[in-house]
């Protein structure tokens, strides 16, 4: 079973994301962090789901200092 986790996109709206169970007690994610998400294909199906996507992918705080500095990616 996977866990819910509240997610908050870049324009500021809030949406529930579906963290799979391959992550549980393995992977923390911190307030202010920042994770990539896929599209579920279940929400698109149910406009009424809150959940909107999956992690696909947590950034570290490398990760998100090579991308800034990538010119047109972040």
Known sequence: MAAQTAVEYPNGTTT????PAKF?????VRRG?????EPSPEAEQDAGSRVTGTIATV???EHVK??????GVW
């Open 33 to 37: 962090g920042f994770v990539i998400i």
């Open 16 to 19: 529930l994301c579906m963290m």
């Open 59 to 61: 950034l570290y705080e």
């Open 66 to 71: 090579q991308l800034k500095k990538m010119p």
């Open 24 to 28: 549980n007690r393995k992977l923390w």
